[in-house]
């Protein structure tokens, strides 16, 4: 079975510093993994996704994530936050040979001017 | 510029009562979702369909119907509703499984429902 697991249902971070978001998985076999963000009242955006390849990947907005076999995890960061990643992330998995995704928690990403 | 439509955006029904929530896609996407969200649970699949005519359960079906009768429409029904419902409902879709590991799934805006 799945299983996705993001620390820290919130996180808070001052403008311009380091956004580290992390998301680990439960899988013998080591699926896709995606991150999306939500803004308030919107539906869900892909922000970067990890499929076969480079381990690091870059996504949208100056986001990456690196992709760690060995510690069944899948993070998210940005160098420098701005206000405007403001957002819920969900960190989602999936397997190459399934159909659904299977999705974190959540976390809340809030920006502190 | 359509993509994932869901109506309506809000609503709030009282116990016991019924209703359907529609999710249209114009991309010709074969797979919709529907996923509901909660605080601190993220998002769930309720029902999803692999294609016209077909569907299935997901992780949480219990108290919900679904109908696929045209491509582009995945309806989501509640015949009597029961507080436990009140959350954010989601729908998505995917053009094929291919794509959907490569790109990800469409989404809707969401409706708000609200159950007293």
């Known amino acids: 079975a799945q299983s996705v697991t993001q620390l820290g249902s919130h996180v808070s971070v001052s403008e311009g510093a380091l956004v580290l978001l992390r998301c680990n998985y439960s899988?013998?076999?080591?699926?896709?993994l995606f991150w999306y963000v939500q803004y308030p009242n919107q539906g869900l955006q892909l922000l970067l996704k990890?499929?076969?390849?480079?381990?690091l990947v870059k996504g949208i907005n100056g986001f990456e994530a690196e992709f760690k076999k060995s510690e069944t995890s899948f993070h998210l960061t940005k160098p420098s936050a701005h206000m405007s990643d403001a957002a819920e992330y969900f960190c989602?998995?999936?397997?190459?040979?399934?159909?659904?995704?299977?999705f974190g928690t959540g976390t809340s990403l809030t920006v502190i001017p | 510029n359509a993509g994932v439509t869901q109506t309506p955006k809000f609503r709030v029904l009282k116990t016991g009562q019924s209703m359907t929530l529609l999710c249209a896609q114009d991309?010709?996407?074969?797979?919709m979702y529907w996923y509901r969200q909660d605080p601190g649970m993220g998002l769930r699949l309720i029902h999803y369909?692999?294609?016209?005519?077909?569907?299935a359960k997901g992780e949480v079906p219990d108290g919900y119907n679904v109908s696929r009768l045209k491509k582009q429409n995945f309806l989501l029904g509640l015949e009597s509703a029961a507080p436990s419902q009140t959350s954010v409902y989601f729908c998505?879709?995917?053009?094929?499984?291919?794509?959907?590991?490569?790109?990800?799934?469409?989404f809707g805006s969401g409706t708000r429902l609200t159950v007293v």
């Open positions: 998505a879709s995917s053009y094929s499984d291919a794509v959907a590991l490569n790109y990800g799934y469409t």
């Open positions: 989602a998995v999936i397997q190459h040979t399934g159909n659904q995704f299977y």
């Open positions: 991309m010709n996407h074969e797979y």
């Open positions: 899988s013998s076999v080591p699926p896709y």
């Open positions: 990890y499929t076969t390849g480079a381990t």
């Open positions: 369909s692999v294609g016209e005519g077909t569907t």
